[in-house]
């Protein structure tokens, strides 16, 4: 019943920063936890960042440099990347579940999906 919906990627050099948006509407933001998520061609997908009731978790290729933060007034729940590496270039989704805390780095445990929106790091 909640959409969700990605803004901010685009083109940034290496050592930039940036920061990803996901609007969400049809539904209240904070009964659910949300992950962040990325893909890139040819590749599975990864988890980056989820905030869940028990707390917040990074995957360790970006441990340090990134920081997922909610904001259940507005709706909204940001991702922001500083120190940015080629590696980096991928798709990021943001995604929504209900339920327990368990699998937060698992995609099929999210039941919601954003469209994704394309983060690409040049060198």
């Known amino acids: 019943q909640v959409q969700l919906v990605e803004s901010g990627g685009g083109l940034v050099q290496a050592g930039g920063s940036l920061r990803l948006s996901c609007a969400a509407s049809g539904d209240t933001l904070s009964s659910y936890g949300m992950g962040w998520f990325r893909q890139a061609p040819g590749k599975e997908r990864e988890f980056v960042a989820a905030?869940?009731?028990?707390?917040?978790y990074y995957g360790d290729s970006v441990k340090g440099r990134f920081t997922m933060s909610r904001d259940n007034a507005k709706s909204t729940v940001y991702l922001q990347m500083y120190s940015l590496k080629p590696e980096d270039t991928a798709v990021y989704y943001c995604a929504a579940r209900l339920g327990s805390s368990n699998n937060y780095d698992v995609p099929g445990w999210y039941a919601y999906w954003g469209q994704g929106t394309q983060v690409t790091v040049s060198s």
């Open positions: 905030i869940l009731w028990s707390g917040t």
